[in-house]
């Protein structure tokens, strides 16, 4: 089963959500890709890098590491996180742009498949660190629309006609108002 929190956070929101995770254990950032199947932590580890924002990356406890798992891409030659059979939160966070927030999340399942097709319960300590990470994550964020969370300084921006708050699907952007959602047509 698949827990997620979705957000739109602006730089100074993304140094408050690494602040409120810290306390709750040692924990690196992974590249999603590497030339080996082996964990490749991020060079930044100790600052979230707030310029390139955070696509591509998961967060892993540091006790968790020779649990993760690697699948190989044929084509590329690369190997990727298999979120789904490792103990790891998909981190999903974008830099402003264009005076855009883009939409944000964090992600992880709780399960896993077996060989057989069968789902399979993950390390219980590591559902539980998980779920206690996407529980600090919205704190102090105002929930919108019942289905995602505004950061502090985001929201700020947002009344002051700074910026939009985007999420770009396949062939449309949605912007999110106070009010409603815009679907705008082509690629942004």
Same mark, same amino acid.
């Given at each position: 089963?698949?827990?997620?929190?979705?957000?739109?956070? /602006?730089?100074?929101?993304?140094?408050?959500? +690494?602040?409120?995770?810290?306390?709750?254990?040692?924990?690196?950032?992974?590249?999603?890709? @590497?030339?080996?199947?082996?964990? #490749?932590?991020?060079?930044?580890?100790?600052?979230?890098?707030?310029?390139?924002?955070?696509? @591509?990356?998961?967060?892993?406890?540091?006790?968790?590491?020779?649990?993760? %798992?690697?699948?190989?891409?044929?084509?590329? @030659? %690369?190997?990727?996180?298999?979120? &789904?059979? /490792?103990?790891?939160? +998909?981190?999903?966070?974008?830099?402003?742009?264009?005076?855009?927030?883009?939409?944000?999340?964090?992600?992880? *399942? *709780?399960? %896993?498949?077996?060989? /057989?097709?069968?789902?399979?319960?993950?390390?219980?300590?590591?559902?539980?660190?998980?779920?206690?990470?996407?529980?600090?994550?919205?704190?102090? #964020?105002?929930? +919108?629309?019942?289905?995602?969370? &505004? @950061?502090?300084?985001?929201?700020?921006?947002?009344?002051?006609?700074?910026?939009?708050?985007?999420?770009?699907? /396949?062939?449309?952007?949605?912007?999110?108002?106070?009010?409603?959602?815009?679907?705008?047509?082509?690629?942004?």
């Amino acid at each position: 089963m698949g827990h997620q929190v979705r957000f739109f956070l /602006s730089p100074e929101d993304v140094e408050a959500l +690494e602040d409120r995770l810290r306390p709750l254990g040692e924990y690196v950032l992974l590249l999603a890709e @590497g030339e080996r199947p082996a964990p #490749l932590i991020s060079a930044k580890n100790a600052v979230w890098p707030k310029a390139k924002g955070l696509r @591509g990356r998961y967060i892993a406890r540091v006790c968790d590491l020779a649990d993760v %798992s690697y699948r190989l891409d044929e084509k590329s @030659g %690369s190997y990727f996180i298999d979120e &789904l059979e /490792s103990p790891v939160i +998909e981190v999903g966070i974008w830099p402003v742009r264009d005076n855009q927030i883009q939409m944000g999340r964090l992600y992880f *399942s *709780s399960t %896993s498949v077996s060989e /057989s097709g069968f789902k399979l319960p993950k390390d219980k300590d590591f559902v539980g660190w998980a779920k206690k990470v996407l529980k600090a994550a919205v704190k102090g #964020l105002h929930r +919108e629309q019942n289905f995602y969370y &505004l @950061g502090v300084t985001a929201e700020t921006l947002r009344q002051e006609g700074k910026v939009e708050l985007v999420e770009r699907i /396949s062939d449309a952007t949605r912007v999110y108002t106070p009010d409603s959602i815009i679907l705008r047509r082509g690629k942004a």
